[in-house]
Structure formats: C-alpha cells, structure tokens
C-alpha cells in the first residue's frame, strides 16, 4: 500500500462527507499527489455515484496511478487517474494526432491529457463491444477514468503475466493470440504497446489493458506499431518456453488495412 496514496484517498473521503460549499476552505484541500482538479474530478465522480470510496492503490506507474474504488452498490472498480505535471506530452501528441477521431488543434497540456484519457475509454469502448478481453469502461472525465476492476471477489487485482507467468504459457499464449487477432479484425484497432506488462492473467485467461496508446488501422503508424508489438510478445513467450516465430504469429493475424 502506499501511504501517500492511502492519506490522499482519506482526504477525498473527508471532501465527499463535507456539505458542498464552495468556502476558500474548500478550494484549499490539495494532496501530494492529487491536485485540486483531479480531487473535483473525483468529488463530481462520486457525487454522479461513479464512484463511493477510494480503497488504496493498485499501480503506480510513470503517467498514471490506478487505484481500487468501491461504489456504493460494492462492486470494485479501476480508476486510473492521469497526472497531469508529468505526463509524456510528446509521446501524447503524437499518437493523438495520427488519429483521424481525434480532431485536437490544442496544444494545452491540459487538454492533450484528457484527449489521451478519452482516447482510452473510447478504444476500450471499442474493443470491449468487438468482444475482446479488456476491462469495460464505465465513465471518464478529466484526468480520471474509471473501468472494471479485473480481479478476484475479494478484490485482489488480477496480476500481469510479468508477475505471474502462465502455468501452461503455449495454451495461454494460443489464447493470447486469438486475442490479438481479434484486437486487430473486430476491435480495428493496433494496441502500441504490447507486452506482458499490459496482460493481466486472470485465471489463466489472457485480458488486455492500457490501451491509450492504441491508434485505428488507418493511421500511418499502425503497421510498424502492430509488427513492434508482435515482436515484443514473440521474445516474451519464447522465454517463457513457447515455442513460435515473428512470421508464424505475423502470418496468423494477417494485418491488412
Ligand atoms: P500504466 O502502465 O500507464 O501505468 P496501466 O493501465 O497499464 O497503466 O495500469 C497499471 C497497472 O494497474 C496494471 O499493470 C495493472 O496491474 C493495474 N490495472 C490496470 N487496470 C486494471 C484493472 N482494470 N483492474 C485491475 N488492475 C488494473
Ligand atoms: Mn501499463
């Protein structure tokens, strides 16, 4: 658990348990590591019901923090919330652009971060109703977005395939290919960042996450995304004792535009 995370959680706890009054009071309430936007972002979202009580962190990573949320019928959920002082803006930009969806004349920080968060809900959205295994998405707004929490009832998250490799990883890399195939031919989308990192194993099944990143077929960068993402995966599985090929996996998902 991280304390920090933990103190901030119980500090959006305290806002939501205040009546709603816009004294100076209130517009001082800040965290190390949520600003204030991102803490309105959260107090809207739980007064929408999204959202009841943040309940500790999942993942810190470079960009993002994931975060357990109840809401108040007790289902778990995810909720990744953007920074936005450290993001990778270039990285943003670029991908951003390419895509024809994205009409983004902006060059606020700002504004790229919560294109990018909409980016993700919308190739989730698109993805999910596709049928690939990916979390659903539930809302966005801002910096913050909030999707199912993939995990055990007791509200353990599913572990990626980094930090608990398969018990049979052909039979599971086989289902990760059927997957990725579909990713690409119904989901119409290449994910750009594929790696087993971004594959959570939930009970031996293969489930994709993170998928901000991932651009439509059309945009220029989707082929040489798609064979980087192969090749990645193909390197990954061969440690883990698969026995396959760039070509044989190339071949099988038969990108065409
Ligand atoms: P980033 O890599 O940009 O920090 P990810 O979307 O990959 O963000 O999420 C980071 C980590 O949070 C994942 O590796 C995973 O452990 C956890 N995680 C992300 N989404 C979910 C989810 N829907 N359910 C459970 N855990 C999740
Ligand atoms: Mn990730």
Redesign the pocket.
């Known amino acids: 658990m991280d304390s920090k995370i933990d103190k901030a959680d119980a500090k959006v706890q305290k806002i939501r348990e205040r009546k709603r009054r816009k004294s100076s009071e209130d517009r001082k309430v800040g965290s190390e590591i949520f600003d204030k936007i991102t803490l309105e972002t959260l107090y809207k979202l739980a007064n929408q019901d999204y959202l009841d009580v943040l309940n500790g962190a ?2 810190t ?4 923090n ?1 975060l357990k949320g109840i809401t108040k019928n007790n289902n778990y959920v ?1 909720v ?1 919330i953007y920074r936005i002082a450290t993001s990778d803006f270039k990285k943003m930009d670029y991908y951003v652009h390419g895509d024809p969806r994205f009409n983004i004349k902006t060059k606020n920080k700002r504004q790229l971060i919560y294109a990018w968060v909409n980016k993700e809900f919308k190739n989730l959205k698109r993805l999910h109703n596709a049928g690939v295994n990916v ?1 659903e998405p539930i809302v966005n707004s801002n910096n913050v977005l909030i ?5 055990d009832t007791k509200g353990n ?4 395939v980094k930090n608990q490799p398969p018990k049979d990883s052909e039979e599971f890399f086989n289902k990760l290919l059927v997957q990725l195939k579909k990713f690409v031919h119904d989901g119409k989308l290449v994910h750009g960042d594929l790696s087993n ?2 594959i ?1 194993n939930q009970n031996e099944e293969p489930l994709i ?2 998928v ?1 990143q991932s651009v439509v077929l059309d945009n220029p960068i989707s082929h040489e995304l798609l064979q980087r993402d192969i090749k990645t995966l193909v390197n990954e599985y061969k440690k883990l004792g698969v026995k396959t090929s760039y070509e044989e996996v190339y071949k099988y998902v038969d990108f065409k535009l």
Do not use: M, R, T
């Not at 999707?147 to 995990?151: K, L, N, P, R, V």
């Not at 998250?157 to 990626?160: D, N």
């Open positions: 999942v993942s990573g470079k960009e993002a994931v995810a990744k979390p999707i199912e929490f993939i995990g998250p599913a572990p990626p990192y971004n959570l996450i993170d901000s």
